[in-house]
């Protein structure tokens, strides 16, 4: 089973821990033999799903975005997204060299496309800009690729 992962950055702490309990939930629901995770390893919901994959025994593959993508993260995250990539049994990059919006989106398409399902870290919200969560979202369903939601009661963006 290949399962991917989008989702909102920046949440409230109360969000990220209700958050990174549902994903981790969801990965504990997949048998980890021929499980395979595939990640942009941003902060936050991208880099939790990542390392439930790795922690329940799958294996992670991330798509790159863009070559200049790592720099545009925030500083405190490249230790995390080192790491990931270090223990990432594949990497995928899109050929892109800006870290932009489209860039982000056509990195997602890449991740849905190698995917059996999409977890999506969504509050059912539209995008706030070009390429976020509900751009994805709205992709995947329009590809046929199936969606589970995980936005836990009582769950804000702040």
């Not at 989702?7 to 990965?27: C, F, K, Q, S, Y």
């Not at 997949?30 to 942009?40: E, F, K, M, Q, R």
């Not at 390392?51 to 329940?56: G, K, N, R, V």
Request: aromatic letters at 6%; a negative charge.
């Amino acid at each position: 089973m290949r399962i991917g992962i989008t989702g909102h950055r920046g949440l409230p702490i109360d969000t990220e821990r209700w958050v990174i309990a549902a994903i981790r939930e969801a990965v504990n629901a997949y048998p980890a033999t021929d499980l395979v995770g595939v990640s942009c390893i941003a902060d936050g919901p991208d880099a939790w799903f990542a390392q439930a994959i790795l922690e329940h025994g799958g294996s992670l593959e991330i798509v790159v975005p863009a070559e200049k993508y790592r720099a545009s993260l925030p500083d405190w995250h490249h230790a995390v997204y080192d790491d990931l990539v270090r223990r990432a049994s594949e990497v995928h990059e899109t050929g892109l060299t800006d870290s932009d919006s489209n860039a982000h989106m056509v990195g997602s398409e890449v991740l849905v496309g190698l995917v059996d399902e999409l977890l999506a870290v969504w509050d059912g919200q539209p995008a706030r800009g070009y390429g976020g969560t509900a751009d994805v979202v709205t992709y995947a369903e329009r590809t046929g690729a199936p969606v589970r939601v995980l936005w836990p009661a009582g769950a804000t963006r702040g």
